[in-house]
């Protein structure tokens, strides 16, 4: 899950793909509760202004079965493009967990996991939106992840309409 991804692939194919690029880099491997990790997503042409900007805690629930927590943090901007110093200017403690939105897991295969958010748990009110869910697979070289967002009547409002975003390992 580590590393530098980019659609650029797929947004160059399918038109209705954005060129997004993902980063998540290790913090606070001192800790012993999981594996910690920061999350950035930014359009290529505004990698200094990502959209999207999370703390996720990797931990293993049950042999193969994996629980990738996700939290909030306030003022996000101020990390943009500090992937590097996250881990010394951002505290446990500044986190806010966003309890139901927790991305299951589980080993497919030798070399890849796939899962998801759970039922219609984690909330949420972007663009008039309910809930969202999440589907992720994530492979050595790849990571596909399909995020929507639904309304109280279960119509979506935003996201992907044809499938995930395939995120190509960089590095």
């Given at each position: 899950m580590l590393g530098q991804f980019s659609s650029e692939?797929?947004?160059k194919s399918d038109s209705t793909y954005f060129d997004i690029r993902l980063s998540i880099t290790?913090?606070?491997?001192?800790r012993n509760d999981g594996f910690w990790?920061?999350?950035e997503q930014a359009t290529a042409n505004?990698?200094?202004?990502p959209y999207r900007q999370r703390?996720?805690?990797?931990?293993?629930?049950?042999?193969?079965?994996?629980?990738?927590?996700?939290?909030t943090f306030d003022k996000p901007l101020r990390y943009a493009g500090k992937a590097d110093e996250v881990d010394?200017?951002?505290t446990i403690d500044s986190l806010q967990n966003r309890t139901g939105c927790e991305v299951i897991l589980k080993k497919k295969g030798k070399k890849s996991f796939s899962g998801g958010t759970v039922d219609k748990n984690c909330p949420s009110d972007l663009r008039g939106a309910q809930y969202a869910s999440?589907?992720?697979?994530?492979?050595?070289?790849?990571?596909?992840?399909?995020d929507q967002g639904f309304n109280d009547k279960g119509e979506q409002v935003w996201g992907a309409t044809k499938g995930g975003y395939l995120f190509l390992k960089k590095n």
């Amino acid at each position: 899950m580590l590393g530098q991804f980019s659609s650029e692939v797929q947004s160059k194919s399918d038109s209705t793909y954005f060129d997004i690029r993902l980063s998540i880099t290790p913090i606070w491997t001192d800790r012993n509760d999981g594996f910690w990790m920061y999350v950035e997503q930014a359009t290529a042409n505004a990698k200094l202004k990502p959209y999207r900007q999370r703390v996720y805690r990797l931990t293993e629930k049950e042999n193969g079965v994996f629980e990738s927590a996700v939290f909030t943090f306030d003022k996000p901007l101020r990390y943009a493009g500090k992937a590097d110093e996250v881990d010394k200017i951002l505290t446990i403690d500044s986190l806010q967990n966003r309890t139901g939105c927790e991305v299951i897991l589980k080993k497919k295969g030798k070399k890849s996991f796939s899962g998801g958010t759970v039922d219609k748990n984690c909330p949420s009110d972007l663009r008039g939106a309910q809930y969202a869910s999440s589907i992720v697979t994530v492979t050595k070289d790849a990571m596909l992840s399909w995020d929507q967002g639904f309304n109280d009547k279960g119509e979506q409002v935003w996201g992907a309409t044809k499938g995930g975003y395939l995120f190509l390992k960089k590095n």
